[in-house]
Antibody, heavy 117, light 111 residues
């Protein structure tokens, strides 16, 4: 069974940093693209970032480029999202997803990030 | 404002069919056959129901179908059921450095 478990969310002050993790199991992690999407409270889904299977290709939404970094360790079956210079508008539930370069067929349950002073 | 435009809400009665549109441009929806649709119930993770315009993942009901014409993609749900009441999001590949965009979402109410 495919499982994706996000962790690392919490409350952080504006300008602070947070590192989200996504632990994967039940599939061959090293063969899939991985994505992060987020959802602000009461709002829609927004794509954040993606990384290809070997980590050599990464992409970001304009709103997070230069502040967020996606990475993965295929030996540890883990995906990360390093988030720096956090802003109030980054407050959201963050979901990791497994799939192709253009969609995610499986998702985790999400982790809440709250940016507030 | 989302790059892809969806109606904010649609509604239908059990057993009816409804269609949700997703309008983009000739730089995203119109340029690539990489439109996906997700269903999301409140407080739950998204669920992929259509990928690559019209393909259904294993286990997704054949009551869900997708299509595309020009810059507009569509999701049709036939034989509406109460459990179909949810939010639906379209996405498209863009071919840019920010290669995936979502629509703003459509709330489906089954009356």
């Amino acid at each position: 069974e495919v499982q994706l478990v996000e962790s690392g969310g919490g409350v952080v002050q504006p300008g602070g940093s947070l590192r989200l993790s996504c632990a994967a199991s039940g599939f061959t992690f090293s063969t899939y693209w991985m994505h992060w999407v987020r959802q602000a409270p009461g709002k829609g889904l927004v794509w954040v970032s993606r990384i290809n299977s070997d980590g050599s290709t990464t992409n970001y939404a304009d709103s997070v480029k230069g502040r967020f970094t996606i990475s993965r360790d295929n030996a540890k079956n883990t995906l990360w999202l390093q988030m720096n210079s956090l802003r109030a508008e980054d407050t959201a539930v963050y979901y990791c997803g497994r799939g192709s370069g253009t969609y995610s067929a499986s998702w985790g349950q999400g982790t809440l990030v709250t940016v507030s002073s | 404002q989302s790059a892809l435009t969806q109606p904010a809400s649609v509604s239908g009665s059990p057993g009816q069919s409804i269609t949700i549109s997703c309008t983009g441009t000739n730089s995203n929806v119109g340029a690539y056959n990489y439109v996906s649709w997700y269903q999301q119930h409140p407080g739950k993770a998204p669920k992929l129901i259509i990928y690559d315009v019209s393909n259904r993942p294993s286990g997704v009901s054949n009551r869900f179908s997708g299509s595309k014409s020009g810059n507009t993609a569509s999701l049709t749900i036939s034989g509406l059921q109460t459990e179909d009441e949810a939010n639906y999001y379209c996405t498209s590949y863009t071919g840019t450095s920010a290669p995936v965009v979502f629509g703003g979402g459509t709330k489906l109410t089954v009356l």
